[in-house]
C-alpha cells in the first residue's frame, strides 16, 4: 500500500481564495500520480477580497486525502495543529510604501537616540569622562573631548554588530535580534490562535 507523508507548518499563508492541501503542506510519495491527486484536494474556500484565517487539525486534511485517494496511507511528519491565513495580493503604491519606510526609520532613529541618550543621562556619562579625562591628563576638560568621541564611534558599531547588519548586507549568517524576536512572537501568536480555537470548538477538525 502506498504512502503519502506530509509536512505542515505551524502557520501558512496563501494569496488565493481556494486553499489545495499542496499550497499548505510538503507531499511526498513513491507514486507522484497519488502526490499529485493529494495535493489538488481543495482544503477551504477564503472570502475573495477579505482577509482571513482559520484553524485546522491535520486530521482534517487525512480525511480528505483518504476520501481522495481510499487506498493510501497518509502519514504526519510536521505539526498537528496549523493556521492558514489568507491575504488577498494588493498593488500599494510605490510612494506609500516609501512613506511607510522613512516613518518606521524615523521613529526606530528617534527612539534608539532618546534610549541612548537617557541613558547616558541616568549614568552621567559625561562626568565620567570628564573624571577619567581629568585622571590621565592632568586637567579638566572643556567641551567634547577624544574620548567622546571614541564612544561615539564605539556605540555605532556596537549597534551594528549587535544588530548584524551593514547597509543591505548581513556580517554573519546568524539571525538578527529583531528577527529572533518576531519569530518568537508569531510563535507565541500562533499558539494562543490554536489553543483558544480548540476550547471554543473553532478549530476544523474531521466531520466539519
Known sequence: MAVIYLKVEQSVCVTNPIAHIKDIASI??????????????????????????????????????????????????????????????????????????????????????????????DVNTDQVFSTMYHLVMGKESYGPSIMTFMYCVGLTIGVLVFFNHAANKKLSDDPTPFQVQMRLYERDVNDTFLKGAGRKGDEIDVDT
Open 28 to 121: 511526498y510519495c513513491s507514486d507522484p500520480e497519488l502526490a499529485y491527486q493529494a495535493g489538488q484536494v481543495e482544503l477551504f474556500r477564503f472570502k475573495k477580497m477579505e482577509n482571513g484565517r482559520e484553524m485546522f487539525s491535520i486530521l482534517k486534511l487525512i480525511e480528505l486525502i483518504k476520501k481522495q485517494c481510499p487506498e493510501v496511507e497518509v502519514e504526519n511528519m510536521g505539526e498537528s495543529d496549523f493556521i492558514v491565513y489568507y491575504k488577498p495580493p494588493k498593488h500599494e503604491s510605490r510612494i506609500l510604501l516609501w512613506a511607510k519606510v522613512i516613518a518606521i526609520c524615523l521613529v526606530a532613529f528617534f527612539g534608539a537616540g532618546f534610549a541612548i541618550m537617557t541613558y547616558n543621562n
